[in-house]
């Protein structure tokens, strides 16, 4: 069983930058693909980011492509989500997520975290 604990979300103004965490215990998730999704109010969730298992892939949406960078570290067992030149419309709960598949995140991942708020105010 995975564990994924979401930090790093807040309340920010457009233009600024965050930067999520999600740190997995519970078993080494280095061989999982990870990704980030996000649900805003009234919306279903939707993929943000995803990277593979060893770093060598990654992909976004096209609504974040350019602004936020995915990593991550697989000896702390987290990923990170640098998100830059925030807008209000990134306003959403953030969800981290592992995928036993190793390199794309499936919308229906293995493990769920419990989601960070990030709120960017215009």
């Known amino acids: 069983q995975v564990q994924l604990v979401e930090s790093g979300g807040g309340l920010v103004q457009a233009g600024d930058s965050l930067r999520l965490s999600c740190a997995a215990s519970?078993?080494?998730?280095?061989?999982?693909?990870m990704g980030w999704f996000r649900q805003a109010p009234g919306k279903e969730r939707e993929f943000v980011a995803g990277i593979a298992w060893n770093g060598g892939r990654t992909y976004y949406a096209d609504s974040v492509k350019g602004r936020f960078t995915i990593s991550r570290d697989n000896a702390k067992n987290t990923v990170y989500l640098e998100m830059n030149s925030l807008k209000p419309e990134d306003t959403a709960v953030y969800y981290c997520a592992a995928d036993r598949a190793s390199v794309v995140v499936r919308t229906t991942p293995d493990y769920w975290g419990q989601g960070t708020q990030v709120t960017v105010s215009s």
């Open positions: 519970g078993r080494s998730v280095s061989t999982y693909a």
